[in-house]
């Protein structure tokens, strides 16, 4: 029996296979007689599965070697504050784009640390689309320029990536990291948490350039300042073991799956069909400029919100989980992450289709 496809924003669903191997893997990893989450993250089993997705996740995104990754705990929401802490120092303030709910609250807790100058903002359009480059204000002065490449709430995803010249790109990549090869190069400092597209909870990742570390604010609680991860290979304390592992699996199942390239047209294809779906309704829709829709967060509203209790319960039954939208935006979401095959998208469509056909 097939599970059913669940659309949860994060923690989101995870590859099947990915499930299974852990499931195989459970009592006892490759002859150990222990779980991964009963083994000591200094002992040499765990070295090699923390190596191992290491040398995958870099592979993935092929990392240059003068890019640190550092496997942390707090989730993206503590890096709103370990990025000013630890480059604010660089120059006079920083500059944030503004661009839903999450770039509010980066800027939000960035403030407590240092001047912010919001040097663009689609609130006006309420988060409807995607600044273009010509309307970044951006300063000379700022330490840092800081964006939110995807909107898990509102679905935005800006299409090209920020020209900041010399100073460090800061990218909350959360819920589109491993959606499409990007070039790292192009970042200073690239952030996620895990429970969308690389495993469960627990875990955040940083990927930080190194001539950015090593200067944090005077008074930096030690496990905020960046060097102390990086210095000790993200094991100064206890790193959240099993957490890391499930990346590791799904960083293999990407690479099975022939990588992000793959991946992207996987994702692409996904989108571009549910987008299609909403557009020719007449039923649903999706108020986001067609040229910011994001590949991984699809909001969408019935026409007429009485029906959206109904819509919900029926999908359950269908098999079709967690399609309710976030409580800011109302109506539904429908996260379509790597491991939302595009079984579940077709299967979602077709509901759709047939709930429109029933109620509409
Ligand atoms: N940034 C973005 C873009 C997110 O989607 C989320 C979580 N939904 C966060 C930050 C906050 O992440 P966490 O819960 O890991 O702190």
């Given at each position: 029996m097939s599970r059913p496809f669940n659309f949860s924003a994060g923690p989101a669903m995870l590859p099947e296979l990915v499930l299974r191997r852990a499931m195989d893997e459970m009592l006892d990893w490759h002859g150990s007689g222990m779980c991964v989450a009963e083994m000591s993250h200094r002992g040499k089993e765990f070295m090699s599965i923390a190596e191992r997705a290491e040398a995958d996740l870099r592979d993935l995104l092929a990392i240059p070697a003068n890019y640190k990754v550092l496997f942390l705990q707090g989730g993206a929401s503590s890096q709103f504050a370990m990025i000013p802490m630890n480059l604010l120092g660089r120059g006079n303030g920083a500059d944030y784009l503004n661009t839903g709910s999450w770039s509010k609250k980066a800027i939000a807790e960035a403030k407590r640390f240092g001047p912010v100058h919001v040097a663009a903002t689609t609130e006006a359009s309420r988060f409807t689309r995607a600044p273009a480059q010509d309307e970044l204000a951006l300063?000379?002065?700022?330490?840092y320029v800081h964006y939110t490449p995807n909107e898990t709430i509102e679905g935005v995803e800006f299409p090209y990536v920020p020209e900041v010249g010399d100073k460090p790109l800061v990218a909350d990549?959360?819920?589109?990291?491993?959606s499409r090869p990007i070039e790292v190069a192009r970042f200073g400092l690239i952030y996620a948490g895990?429970?969308?597209?690389?495993?469960?909870?627990g875990l955040t990742i940083v990927i930080v350039r190194e001539d950015l570390i090593g200067s944090p604010i005077a008074g930096a609680p030690t496990m905020f300042d960046y060097r102390t991860h990086a210095d000790n290979d993200s094991m100064y304390n206890t790193p959240p073991t099993y957490a890391w592992y499930l990346a590791g699996l799904v960083f293999a199942w990407l690479k099975d799956l022939g990588g992000l390239q793959a991946m992207a047209e996987i994702n692409e294809r996904k989108a571009a069909a549910l987008y299609a779906a909403i557009d020719e309704s007449g039923f649903y829709a999706n108020p986001v400029d067609p040229s910011a829709r994001s590949w991984m967060n699809v909001p969408f509203t019935l026409a007429?919100?009485?029906?959206d209790a109904t819509f919900l319960t029926e999908a359950k039954a269908a098999g079709?989980?967690?399609l309710k939208g976030h409580r800011s935006v109302g109506g539904m979401r429908a996260s379509i992450y790597n491991a939302m095959p595009e079984e579940g998208v077709r299967a979602l469509i077709t509901f759709m289709q047939d709930f429109e056909r029933r109620y509409g």
């Open positions: 300063r000379d002065e700022a330490a990549m959360s819920s589109t990291i491993l895990a429970q969308k597209n690389i495993g469960p909870a007429d919100p009485d029906l079709l989980l967690t």
